[in-house]
């Protein structure tokens, strides 16, 4: 059987994948999801949902290197990797080893392409359409409510020291649009910037991320006078992408209150 990954990269299955390692969070918490964790041999340290997961399978090392060796001795079917969370030479690596699937995610409509994909690689085709379904029907609620609310511009803040923001071309740009907020910040993908430049810019809200960088409440204090609000989020809900979308779709309700 022939496949094609989210950057068009074709590879071959002849059966049903029943040994898969995942090398991304958000899409190791897809799988289980989706019913395959008992298919799931090896996952990220990083991969943490569902909790006690990661105890379970084998640890592989982060997601920007693993250990080859360990990922060889586990004889996978499939490596699940992403283009923006895995390294080009970590990609490389693995897929001399067994077949590699990368996703491209930057907005929900490649979500949902990424989820039907997995349904079809894994023989969950159902289970994937419902979970489509329900994001979608989440998804509208949410515009509706949405849109009662005030256009807000932010800065999403993902690192401290030096500062760097969230920019264009990312899943959480695309969260923050959804939320009717303004990413302030027009240059792709992860800008740095400093106190400094935020001074000068329009910003009604600052949005300080609890990863990769785990902002905390003593955070709060380098950025006020900037913006009139600064606000801590869990940053799983913005920046995760697969079935995490359906929570943080509830989640950024609270946003509108």
Known sequence: ???????????????????????????????????????IVGVTHFCVHPEGLRDKKTSLGGTKKVNLRKVRDLKPDIILCNKEENTREMVTAVTEIAPV????????NDNAELIKMYGELFDRSKEA??????????????????????????????????????????????????????NVFEADRYPETDLDTLKTMEINEILLSSEPFPFEEKHKKTFSGISEKVTLVDGEYFSWYGSRVLKALKYFRQFHS
């Open 101 to 108: 699937h990368c996703s491209d995610v930057a907005n929900l």
């Open 1 to 39: 059987m022939q496949f094609q990954d989210q950057l068009q990269r074709s590879f071959e299955l002849t059966s049903i994948p029943k040994r898969i390692i995942s090398l991304v969070p958000s899409q190791t918490e897809l799988l289980v999801d989706l019913g395959l964790e008992d298919s």
């Open 129 to 182: 359409e419902t979970l489509i379904q329900n994001i979608e029907r989440s998804r509208q609620e949410l515009v509706q409510i949405v849109s009662n609310s005030k256009t807000r511009r932010v800065a999403y803040i993902i690192w401290n020291d030096p500062s760097m923001v969230a920019g264009q071309g990312t899943f959480i740009n695309e969260m923050l649009a959804l939320n009717k907020m303004v």
